[in-house]
């Protein structure tokens, strides 16, 4: 009989605790901990619930009962302070000590905040966990403007909501163009024109230095000396692990929990996944990795070299005002002269096609508005498919890509 204890209430912690469920034999419990007091929802969902497209009760993966019919006791509000890996032992927030035989670190990550005079104000956010989207959500109904300084993922999202609720809405991301890890330049270009035809400022090559007001924020200051109004400030700049606890019960840390292919830390019997794990010098810091990491650890957490992780390919698909964006792979080479690339861009409509060909076959894409190509992308990578005689017609809009599968 083996008891499995997972730290973390996040995606990572609920697909290993299903997987440990569904597959388990014998088992003492398998016990989820979150810091949170609330079961586990989809952080992506979160901006839509700012922009009253859910209800609170619907951001809920399932409700506690259904983790107790599983097999499966979620401890909300329960924060882990302590891992003792030498005793197999937990301390909780409330002095409570708990012991395992088996240990999942799925902890996730936290927003990182740069180093801007006047972060401490009022009015000035990050979006992480529900209590944060409660909060934006009851400061926007008094204000008027809002600037989300960061034009990745989260930040457009996000931004996209607070403009659907009824502000006025201005990005402001650091590098050149928008989405730069999801996206090429000439991709960033179409998607700019959607999300200013949808309304949203966008300031591009800037970095934000100062939040100004009094004890509120009241607006913004830039590196190359603008001012820009809003009372709602949230950064979205990232996250760093949350790796604190596992370093301080000893476990190996980098830049994230170190692990390897089982995903097996560097003490006995504890694993770790999702945004907190490094695997060979990577944090995705996305949801497919954390998913097939977690299912990983789960299979090894039962049976010791039962699955092996490989790492992931990454793919990103957002949503946001009326643009689909896809891309995955290695959609934008550093040596892009050693590569064979197939390109058509239409920004006007918002439409934008890439293919990245090494000797013929598809290693990376970038799709824009074109969801049916995008679904046969990734088996073309995975199935690795020579597609050297149709290089030419990938991008043109009647060519079917499921011929080649």
């Known amino acids: 009989m083996i008891k499995f204890a997972i730290i973390g209430g996040g995606v990572a912690g609920v697909t290993a605790a299903r997987s440990l469920a569904d597959a388990a034999s014998a088992t003492d419990g398998i016990d989820i901990f979150s810091a949170e007091p609330y079961p586990y929802y989809p952080r992506p969902h979160l901006w839509r619930f700012i922009a009253d497209e859910m209800e609170q009760e619907d ?127 000439e991709g960033a270009q179409a998607l700019r024109a959607i999300l200013e035809a949808q309304g949203l400022e966008l300031t591009t090559g800037t970095v934000v230095e100062a939040i100004l007001g009094e004890e509120r924020a009241e607006k913004v200051r830039t590196k190359d000396g603008r001012d820009l109004p809003g009372q709602l400030i949230l950064f979205s700049a990232g996250i760093r692990c949350r790796a604190s606890l596992a370093k301080e019960a000893g476990l190996e840390v980098n830049r994230g929990v170190l692990v390897d292919g089982q995903m097996k830390t560097s003490a006995d019997d504890v694993f770790a996944a999702g945004d907190v794990a490094e695997f060979e010098g990577k944090i995705y810091g996305i949801i497919p990795p954390a998913i097939e990491q977690a299912n990983v650890a789960a299979a090894n957490m039962m049976e010791s070299g039962s699955e092996t992780y490989t790492g992931t390919l990454p793919t990103t698909t957002l949503e946001v005002a009326g643009a689909r964006v896809t891309s995955l792979g290695n959609y934008d080479p550093e040596d892009a002269e050693a590569f064979r690339i197939e390109r058509h861009a239409e920004p006007e409509r918002g439409l934008y096609r890439k293919f990245v060909l090494d000797d013929g076959f598809v290693v990376g894409a970038i799709l824009i508005n074109d969801p049916q190509r995008a679904a046969m992308v990734r088996p073309l990578i995975e199935r690795e498919i020579d597609v050297s005689e149709y290089a030419h017609r990938l991008t043109q809009g009647d060519f079917d890509l499921k011929s080649l599968l």
Do not use: M
């Open 59 to 185: 951001l809920y993966f399932q409700p506690l009962s259904w983790y107790e019919e599983k097999g499966i006791q979620f401890h909300v509000d329960r924060r882990v302070v302590a891992i003792d890996t030498g005793e197999h032992r937990l301390t909780l927030g409330d002095g409570e000590r708990v012991t395992y035989d088996r240990l999942l670190v799925a902890t996730g990550g936290r927003p990182f905040v740069p180093p801007v005079q006047g972060t401490d104000k009022e009015g000035v956010f990050t979006l992480r966990t529900l209590e944060d989207a409660l909060a934006i959500k009851e400061y926007a109904a008094g204000v008027e403007k809002a600037v989300v300084i960061g034009g990745g993922l989260l930040g457009l999202e996000t931004a996209r909501a607070l403009h659907d609720a009824g502000l006025a809405a201005h990005v402001i991301e650091i590098a050149d163009y928008l989405l730069p890890r999801q996206v090429d330049r």
